[in-house]
């Protein structure tokens, strides 16, 4: 497995190399000839391939979502998948009896105001969620009881209460939300763009071929799908505008013995 990852992180860094170099090459030749550039200036190889594996409706796993809504949004990640764990257990499809949907449980005029069209698409609904979660942070200075009050029962009554509403529900909330912060909480779950979650290891019985793999085996082989016809892709860029990412590496790796 540590091979494995050595590996994904060698490619990954190859990648943005790469990715750096054309946007960089590309940016000069706009300049110089007027020609539309294919390379976005400042997007990282991560963000393309991130774009990349929605365009294909790949699978993610719902960790990496709230790693990446928690850093979007400076919104502690340990907080954040707490509210989660609390709100849904996790579950992109849930739908409690006032109306609050999906992962974060949003209520749908919240999930509009957020900016979420779908609130049962996962990575939306935690996107969301961390949005919200970080006005109301900012809204109480930082103070995370204030900010999961009124996440819970709304900033009216944290505002009618002078703190914390002495509301039952809402106390064992925050006392819940503190205990799940301390604990390593995983998923185990991965989801499709556009889609609600999925267990990990649950596939469509009705695919002979995607029943024979788990969901985190698709998750890999789409990956290095993706990251190989990037790679095509790219190199094929590179070799365009006259750059040879080989030839430097030979020439770096002269450079150590000289």
Known sequence: MADKYTAYTD????????????????????????EASSAEPGKSFYSTLT???????????????????????????ALL???GKAESGFNADAVSPAGAQGVMQLMPATAQALGVDNPF????????????????????????ELALAAYNAGSGNVSKYGGVPPFEETINYIKRIKEYMGMDLTTGQTVAA???GSRAGDVDSTDSTAALLSARELTEL?????????????????????????????????????
């Open 121 to 144: 698409d996962a990575r939306s609904n935690i996107m969301g969620g961390a949005k919200y979660i970080a006005e109301k942070l900012n809204e109480y200075d930082g103070n995370i």
């Open 222 to 258: 789409t990956t290095q799908y993706i990251m190989g016809t990037m790679h095509l892709k790219l190199q094929n860029k590179m070799d365009s505008i006259g750059l040879s990412i080989a030839s430097e590496q030979d020439d770096e790796e002269e450079d150590r013995f000289l």
């Open 51 to 77: 774009d990349a594996a929605q365009k294909l409706n790949a699978p993610a796993s719902m960790d990496s979502i709230f790693e990446e809504a928690a850093a979007a949004y400076n919104v502690p990640l």
């Open 81 to 83: 998948k707490a509210v």
């Open 194 to 196: 556009g889609g609600a």
């Open 11 to 34: 490619l990954y860094n190859y990648m943005n190399r790469i990715l750096s170099e054309i946007q960089t090459k590309t940016g000069y030749q706009t300049a110089q000839t007027g």
